[in-house]
Antibody, heavy 115, light 107 residues
Framework: QVHLEQLGAGLLKPSETLSLTCAVS????????WSWIRQPPGKGLEWIGEINHRRTTYYNPSLKSRVTISIDTSRSQFSLELNSVTAADTAVYYC?????????WGRGTLVIVSS | DIQMTQSPSSLSASVGDRVIITCRAS??????LNWYQQKPGQAPKLLIN???SLQSGVPSRFRGGGSVTDFTLTISNLQPEDFATYYC?????????FGQGTKVEIK
């Protein structure tokens, strides 16, 4: 069974860089697209972006200037970096498998941005 | 960006009721419409993809329908475990976008 385990820090100060990794087990990396999605507390879901095994990326234009999604196929991991964070970036960040639909999700990481 | 608008934002229903949640896209999205269920403290769970294709293990009381810009999620014979928030999501184009969610509460 495919499993997505999220790794990374959950407390940041404004202007710092958010860095999260999603470790994938029991899946072929080339069979999926890999996405990041976030959810501010008490609010809805926002798609951040995705990457495939060829390292082709698509980003949400609203975040594109600050986002980098990368992939390490040798370690079956993909990562999210979001720079210059503000309080508005406080959210639960999910990694997920898929592009047309998201059928596998990590458990989520609460990232709080506070001075 | 394609805007996804769900209605209602919340509803109260009783066990055994039938509820209908609607999702409207700001432009045609063909059949690229998915539905998710999210319970408090949990990640969303994919229920239906491509308008009406039920995921394995999802009870048949969940049904999706619609086309072009207007879509529905129908839950028949509402069960206690169905009280949750439901989101629609389009994958017709980038960026992928979600509806704002519909919270189904116990009456």
């Amino acid at each position: 069974q495919v499993h997505l385990e999220q790794l990374g820090a959950g407390l940041l100060k404004p202007s710092e860089t958010l860095s999260l990794t999603c470790a994938v087990s029991n899946a072929s990396f080339s069979d999926h697209y890999w996405s990041w999605i976030r959810q501010p507390p008490g609010k809805g879901l926002e798609w951040i972006g995705e990457i495939n095994h060829r390292r082709t990326t698509y980003y949400n234009p609203s975040l594109k200037s600050r986002v980098t999604i990368s992939i390490d196929t040798s370690r079956s991991q993909f990562s999210l970096e979001l720079n210059s964070v503000t309080a508005a970036d406080t959210a639960v960040y999910y990694c997920a498998a898929g592009t047309i639909y998201f059928d596998l999700w990590g458990r989520g990481t609460l990232v709080i941005v506070s001075s | 960006d394609i805007q996804m608008t769900q209605s209602p934002s919340s509803l109260s229903a009783s066990v055994g009721d039938r509820v209908i949640i609607t999702c409207r896209a700001s432009q045609s999205i063909s059949a690229y419409l998915n539905w998710y269920q999210q319970k408090p403290g949990q990640a969303p769970k994919l229920l239906i993809n491509a308008v009406s294709s039920l995921q394995s293990g999802v009870p048949s009381r969940f049904r999706g329908g619609g086309s072009v810009t207007d879509f529905t999620l129908t839950i028949s014979n509402l069960q206690p475990e169905d009280f949750a928030t439901y989101y629609c999501q389009q994958s017709y184009s980038f960026p992928r976008t979600f509806g704002q969610g519909t919270k189904v509460e116990i009456k």
